[in-house]
């Protein structure tokens, strides 16, 4: 299960870059608009889930770090938070 994560993450961070690069160099007329707006969907779905999960970053070390990763990436970071903090509980 980790390793589709991960791959999801690396195909996320992927697709910002190739978002990112669509603005500065857009490509052929019909693929530039729907990089944007699937870009841009993906952008208020990732903003949704950060105010979702906003109570349970609280009690985090890094709170912010883990507030850009949820922007990036979305819920591939956020399923990593409830098996980080269950492992913690178990070493107590």
Same mark, same amino acid.
Request: aromatic content about 6%; glycine content about 6%.
């Given at each position: 299960m980790q390793v589709l994560r991960g791959l999801?993450?690396?195909l996320m961070l992927l697709f910002w870059g190739i978002a990112l690069s669509?603005?500065?160099k857009?490509?052929?007329n019909p693929l530039d608009l729907l990089?944007? +707006?699937a870009g841009? +969907? +993906?952008l208020l779905t990732h903003? +949704?889930?950060l105010l979702l999960f906003n109570s349970s970053l609280r009690d985090r070390p890094h709170p912010w770090r883990d507030r850009l990763y949820i922007l990036l990436v979305g819920i591939l970071h956020v399923q990593t938070l409830g098996t980080s903090s269950k492992r913690d509980d178990s070493h107590a």
């Amino acid at each position: 299960m980790q390793v589709l994560r991960g791959l999801g993450k690396v195909l996320m961070l992927l697709f910002w870059g190739i978002a990112l690069s669509n603005i500065y160099k857009p490509l052929i007329n019909p693929l530039d608009l729907l990089i944007n +707006l699937a870009g841009s +969907l +993906l952008l208020l779905t990732h903003v +949704l889930e950060l105010l979702l999960f906003n109570s349970s970053l609280r009690d985090r070390p890094h709170p912010w770090r883990d507030r850009l990763y949820i922007l990036l990436v979305g819920i591939l970071h956020v399923q990593t938070l409830g098996t980080s903090s269950k492992r913690d509980d178990s070493h107590a």
